[in-house]
């Protein structure tokens, strides 16, 4: 049996909500969990409730971010000279720098 999971307000979770996604979706969701260190569970529930999502700058979202930058790097070099890329990658574009202003704007050395 598992053990019992508690929210930060010690409240059990007892409730289990599920639903579908398309495999383009599930990839963008995986993407937005790595780059903010929460789990897939709590990003969930953050973004559903419509709370603030802080990530914390530690050594698991330093090497996501720098994975994905080089993914994004080498979708860049795929694309041809005059083609669009897909909204798949602009939209993980922007989130990566929305991360990387956030730790711009906490930063100790400006």
Do not use: H, W
């Amino acid at each position: 049996m598992s053990a019992k999971n508690m929210d930060g307000k010690n409240r059990f979770r007892s409730k289990t909500i599920s639903f579908r996604m398309s495999p383009e979706e599930n990839k963008q969701l995986e993407i937005a969990v790595k780059l903010t260190g929460l789990t897939k569970q709590d990003y969930i529930i953050r973004r559903l409730l419509c709370k603030d999502i802080v990530v914390q700058g530690n050594p698991r979202v330093y090497k996501a971010l720098r994975n994905q930058l080089a993914e994004v790097l080498n979708e860049l070099k795929r694309i041809e000279t005059g083609q669009k890329p897909n909204d798949e990658l602009l939209d993980t574009i922007s989130l990566i720098a929305y991360i990387m202003n956030g730790f711009k704007e906490d930063s100790v050395y400006e």
